[in-house]
């Protein structure tokens, strides 16, 4: 069986969680707890555009908050 997140003929969503993390995942496998559907589902380029243009920084919403709490400035 191959990877279902690398097929090109697939269909995908945009998950993202509380941290602001992103993740491309197949649009036939149930949404873990904790993440929620912020790209319906639609083909896998459109998903990884979505994320390459949104998801910027990949430290967690809590470490950037944290980093600010401490003054120090993003990477």
Request: net charge negative.
């Amino acid at each position: 069986m191959s990877n279902p997140f690398e097929d090109t003929e697939a269909t995908y969503v945009v998950l993202v969680n509380d941290e602001g993390q992103h993740s491309l995942w197949p649009s036939f496998a149930e949404v873990p707890a904790g993440w929620s559907v912020v790209v319906p589902e639609t083909d896998r380029q459109s998903c990884l555009d979505y994320i390459n243009e949104n998801w910027t920084d990949m430290r967690p919403k809590s470490l950037v908050e944290a980093m600010a709490t401490a003054g120090q400035d993003a990477p």
